[in-house]
T-cell receptor, first 115, second 108 residues
Framework: DAGVTQSPTHLIKTRGQQVTLRCSPK?????VSWYQQALGQGPQFIFQ???????QRGNFPDRFSGHQFPNYSSELNVNALLLGDSALYLC??????????????FGSGTQLSVL | GIQVEQSPPDLILQEGANSTLRCNFS?????LQWFHQNPWGQLINLFY???GTKQNGRLSATTVATERYSLLYISSSQTTDSGVYFC??????????FGAGTRLTVKP
């Protein structure tokens, strides 16, 4: 049973560019959440997708957008990259139910460096 | 939003020692989880524990929801326990709030 998979593992971009990160949830999960983790800090919630729609959003600008596909996989897009966007981007999957985020499962993350 | 405070920020132990990590949160929650992030960045779910006590091998956790804190106990620590331990809580809006973590170093 594959867990949560993310690609790519590492990415280097320059300021102003755009980036797309990808995530496949754990088998049986229908909900995908994205987090940004800056060095030395805890993960910060970006947004959550369920039934191909953004269900909840954290305090991130519109430069951060996402998409969920019918097979529950998801993409995170970041436009007009800033140096401060350098971070580890984590995808987490869960199964929507009474407690949606019960037992979150995380991928290994994508390390994004913006030069 | 909910504030999550973890203590201590750093902890250094000798192999075999026991430790207690604390998580305080500012409001009632319906979800609390403990995670371990290994040195390669992988976050592993340790416990889903919005209230009560659970044990899994050398690890156990207790959440006292009425007093808004949770404790993670690590007994007979091993070098593989090293990493950062995060507490994360959720009230009712589908976004998990993480604390800043406790960085644990276990020396052989």
């Amino acid at each position: 049973d594959a867990g949560v998979t993310q690609s790519p593992t590492h990415l280097i971009k320059t300021r102003g560019q755009q980036v797309t990160l990808r995530c496949s949830p754990k088998s049986g999960h229908d909900t995908v959440s994205w987090y940004q983790q800056a060095l030395g800090q805890g993960p910060q919630f970006i947004f959550q997708y369920y039934e191909e729609e953004e269900r909840q959003r954290g305090n991130f600008p519109d430069r951060f957008s996402g998409h969920q596909f019918p097979n529950y996989s998801s993409e995170l897009n970041v436009n007009a990259l800033l140096l401060g966007d350098s971070a580890l981007y984590l995808c987490a999957s869960s199964s929507t139910g009474i407690i949606t985020n019960e037992k979150l499962f995380f991928g290994s993350g994508t390390q994004l460096s913006v030069l | 939003g909910i504030q999550v405070e973890q203590s201590p920020p750093d902890l250094i132990l000798q192999e075999g020692a026991n430790s207690t990590l604390r998580c305080n949160f500012s409001d009632s929650v319906n979800n609390l989880q403990w995670f371990h992030q290994n040195p390669w960045g992988q976050l592993i779910n340790l416990f889903y524990i919005p209230s009560g006590t659970k044990q899994n091998g050398r690890l156990s956790a207790t959440t006292v929801a009425t007093e808004r804190y949770s404790l993670l106990y690590i007994s007979s620590s091993q070098t593989t326990d090293s990493g950062v331990y995060f507490c994360a809580v959720e009230r009712d809006n589908n976004d998990m709030r993480f604390g800043a973590g406790t960085r644990l170093t276990v020396k052989p």
